[in-house]
């Protein structure tokens, strides 16, 4: 297991695995903000799923927990499940980043990503899926492969929503893309890349989905409001970010 070792500079404190590179951050002043931008979009499943009573998301990797205390906090039907391997990082989640401890919405489970995806006893059980699996070096996601993301597939309801932070300028990027289009028939859209070279892909499962831009865009000043995610950029860079896209939604 990688060591986690924590740095802090201007207010914020960021989570390491033994090197400088950062695997995650929080303001410290506001803990329950999502700090880093593709963080952020890491949520966008907000935009096409409405939250009800009864709705499961899985969080693969936990970092500091940024999305996990989001969805505990302004998504109260939800019941959260984070899938961790390191249980250094669950335990630095908790202590140092203010992550709250499991109750009836959230349930954190030590184990492999990549077993937990393949498991029966998931199948059909998560209405979104977050993943965000990294590890010291930093070059692209640890779990990259086409039977992971069809597990993936596989453990999301219809419909369903997955998301997946993928670093853009490294070859692990055309691979993951690759492998995330076949597992879900071609139905992916990006978002642009973001500061850091992070791009946030959004996957889609069950039936098509066909909607006005100015529709998405009232949802996601409906979002902004409860929550104060900067989604007023996302649906202009979603639909300028991928081809036949401009005029509609339709995926």
């Not at 903000?33 to 890491?42: A, R, S």
């Not at 973001?194 to 009232?218: M, Q, T, Y």
Request: glycine content about 6%; some cysteine; overall charge neutral.
């Amino acid at each position: 297991m990688e060591p986690v070792t924590f740095s802090e500079s201007g207010g914020i404190r960021y989570l390491h695995f033994g090197t400088e590179l950062i695997q995650g951050a929080m303001r410290i002043r506001d803990p329950n903000e999502i700090y880093l931008e593709y963080n952020q979009q890491m949520m966008a499943w907000l935009l096409f799923l409405e939250t009800k009573p009864g709705m499961r998301v899985a969080q693969l990797g936990l970092g500091t927990g940024a999305l996990t205390k989001f969805t505990h906090l302004h998504c109260p039907a939800v019941k959260s499940t984070v899938v961790e391997l390191n249980p250094a990082v669950i335990v630095s989640a908790r202590s140092m980043f203010s992550m709250p401890d499991d109750d009836r919405r959230l349930e954190t489970i030590q184990t492999d990503a990549k077993a937990f995806v393949k498991s029966s006893k998931y199948k059909n059980s998560f209405d979104a899926v977050q993943v965000d699996l990294y590890d010291a070096i930093c070059d692209g996601p640890s779990a990259s492969s086409l039977e992971f993301y069809k597990g993936c597939y596989n453990i999301l309801k219809a419909p369903g929503v997955l998301t997946v932070n993928l670093f853009s300028r490294h070859k692990s990027f055309d691979i993951n893309l690759k492998n995330i289009c076949e597992a879900f028939d071609n139905r992916v859209l990006l978002f642009p890349e973001s500061h850091d070279c992070n791009v946030v892909a959004i996957a889609f499962k069950g039936p098509k989905l066909e909607a006005e831009w100015r529709d998405v865009s009232a949802r996601a000043k409906l979002i902004k409001a409860k929550t104060d995610l900067p989604t007023h950029q996302w649906v202009s860079g979603i639909s300028r970010e991928n081809v036949r896209q401009e005029s509609k939604l339709s995926i």
